[in-house]
Structure formats: structure tokens, C-alpha cells
């Protein structure tokens, strides 16, 4: 078992079953429990990121808005990244839930979609451009990487708050096979360029390759090291 690993014995494990003809998803069926945690079960999980913070290179917030990460969490763990300098990763899933952005103002990263940008900002008439720019400064927020579907995605850094840099990564995969973990894929390689302190736009640019060795595997499974540096050697 993880060190890290908080059990809360009162829900039973997500589980999440896709049904598929011929690669194509009709639909899905979900077992899951969306209220909040218990207190208990909030402070035992803020004591195990303290302990685990030190050692800690950069931390993910990936909320899929069913009860565990709350506001109490959420600053802690903030206080958390400005006292060890850790970088601080925000992540949301609207799909089938309802959530906000808005939870996770001042943070290193943020990477939604247009769906759940527009849904925080309570905008669907607005170009991407200016949904984008509303979060960087209403938020506060050092980067943003704004996934577009099958148009990719745009990435902004502006750690530079006098320059913001601002760059469009189109998708590599012209058909994607299956789109499950591709946001996921995308994140890991941010989260660990972030972690080794490395350029918003260079990170994005393996990022935007991992994404699409991702869509080209059904289903969403690790992608190793070795894929990736076989895919740059084959487009560079």
C-alpha cells in the first residue's frame, strides 16, 4: 500500500465500465459516491500531503468533483506549495459532474477544457481568447493550458507577469482511435516538467506528443518513456 494512500471505508472504489462496438463507445455505466468526506477523513488526508510535502518535487490536484478535494484541502495544499516552492498543478472533470475552476485560484497550472473554461466563467459567447485571458488574471495563475478537443490545445506562460507568452499546439493525430487518458498523459509530462523546472512551451511540446500516442491506444494505459522517445525520433 502507498504511503500516501488515504482509505476511506465508508465508499466503495469508483468504478467506471465503457461499453464498445467496433471502437466505438455507446455508453458508459459508473458506480461511484459523490458526497463530501468526513472531517476525519479531510485531516487525515492534509496530514499525509504535510509529511509527504519535503520530499515532494510537485503536486496534482485532479478533481472529478466527487467530494474530496474540498476548500479546506485546497488551502492547505496552497499554503503547502508556497512554503516548500513546490509547483501546484489544477485539474477539473466536468463531464458528467458539475464543478469550477474558480476553486483553484494562484495556481502554478491549470488545464481545462473550453467546456469547463466557459462553465467557470459562466461565458459561452466569448472567443477562446479572451475566455483564456479571464482566467490567467481573474485567477491569478502562472500558466494555463487550454485543450481544445481535436483542435489540440493552446498554452499560455506567464510566469512573466509583464509577458505573457502565448502558443497553439495543433493535434498530431489526424484519427484518434480512443481519446480516454489524454488529458491524463498530458498533465504527467507537465507536472514533471514543472517539477524539473523547465519551460512552459518547451514541456508542452512533448506534452502535445505524449497526447497523441495516447489517442492512438484504446483505452487509457501508462504510456512509457520508450514510446515517447520512439515518437520524437520518428518526427524530428
Known amino acids: 500500500m502507498s504511503k500516501g494512500l488515504v482509505v476511506d471505508s465508508t ?10 462496438v467496433e471502437n466505438q463507445k455507446l455508453f458508459r455505466v459508473s458506480k461511484l459516491d459523490e458526497r463530501p468526506i468526513s472531517e476525519e477523513l479531510e485531516n487525515n488526508l492534509i496530514d499525509k500531503l504535510e509529511g509527504l510535502a519535503p520530499s515532494t518535487d510537485c503536486i496534482v490536484i485532479s478533481d472529478f468533483v466527487y467530494g474530496v478535494i474540498t476548500e479546506k484541502i485546497i488551502k492547505r495544499v496552497k499554503e503547502i506549495s508556497i512554503k516548500y516552492s513546490i509547483p501546484l498543478i489544477g485539474d477539473i472533470q466536468c463531464s458528467s459532474q458539475v464543478g469550477s475552476l474558480l476553486k483553484f485560484n494562484q495556481f502554478s497550472l491549470l488545464c481545462p477544457n473550453e467546456k469547463e473554461a466557459r462553465i467557470a466563467m459562466q461565458d459561452n459567447n466569448s472567443g477562446i481568447e479572451k475566455i483564456s485571458r479571464n482566467i490567467i488574471e481573474g485567477l491569478k495563475i502562472d500558466g494555463l493550458i487550454m485543450k481544445l478537443g481535436a483542435n489540440g490545445f ?3 506562460d506567464c510566469f512573466d507577469k509583464n509577458n505573457t507568452i502565448r502558443q497553439a499546439f495543433p493535434a498530431l493525430t489526424a484519427n484518434p482511435l480512443d481519446v480516454a ?4 498523459s498530458l498533465i504527467a509530462v507537465m507536472a514533471n516538467g514543472l517539477a524539473c523546472h523547465h519551460k512552459i512551451m518547451k514541456t508542452s511540446a512533448l506534452a502535445c506528443c505524449m497526447a497523441s500516442i495516447s ?3 484504446m483505452g487509457n494505459i501508462p504510456i512509457k518513456s520508450e514510446e515517447l522517445r520512439k515518437f520524437l525520433n520518428a518526427i524530428l
Open 11 to 20: 465508499r466503495p472504489t469508483t468504478f467506471k465500465k465503457r461499453y464498445l
Open 154 to 156: 493552446i498554452s499560455y
Open 181 to 184: 487518458g489524454a488529458g491524463d
Open 215 to 217: 489517442v492512438s491506444n
